[in-house]
C-alpha cells in the first residue's frame, strides 16, 4: 500500500524559510518521479516543482524559481521542498504526488504572513 506523508508545514513570517518534507512508503520512491504541488484557497491546485529519479529538477513554477529548491533522498525515501523567501501568495495547502498517478499525500498547510 502507497503512503506518501507531508510534513514541515505551518505559520510563517513573510520572508522566512520552511522545508517541507514527503515520506514515501509502499512505492518504489527510487525510480519514480515526484512532484509537489500547492492549492491556495478558491485556486485550482498547481504543480510547484518536479524532480526525477536520480534528482534532476525536471521542473519548476515560474513563481517560484529562485526561492523554492525541489531534492530527494533516496535512501530515505523521502521527498523535500525547500522554500526561502516565502511570500503571503505561497501560502497554501502543499501536496506530493507521485507525478503521474493517483497517489497523493494528505497535505500540509504553510500560511505566510507578516
Known amino acids: 500500500q502507497v503512503q506518501l506523508v507531508e510534513s514541515g508545514g505551518g505559520l510563517v513570517q513573510i520572508g522566512g524559510s520552511r522545508r517541507l518534507s514527503c515520506a514515501a512508503s509502499?512505492?518504489?520512491?527510487?525510480?519514480?518521479?515526484m512532484a509537489w504541488y500547492r492549492q491556495a484557497p478558491g485556486k485550482q491546485r498547481e504543480v510547484v516543482a518536479i524532480?526525477?529519479?536520480?534528482?534532476?529538477?525536471?521542473y519548476i513554477h515560474a513563481a517560484v524559481k529562485g526561492r523554492f529548491t525541489i531534492s530527494r533522498d533516496n535512501a530515505k525515501n523521502t521527498l523535500y521542498l525547500q522554500m526561502n523567501n516565502l511570500k503571503p501568495e505561497d501560502t497554501a495547502v502543499y501536496y506530493c504526488?507521485?507525478?503521474?498517478?493517483?497517489?497523493w499525500g494528505q497535505g500540509t498547510q504553510v500560511t505566510v504572513s507578516s
Open positions: 504526488r507521485i507525478s503521474g498517478s493517483s497517489y
Open positions: 509502499g512505492s518504489t520512491f527510487s525510480r519514480d518521479v
Open positions: 524532480i526525477g529519479p536520480g534528482g534532476t529538477t525536471h
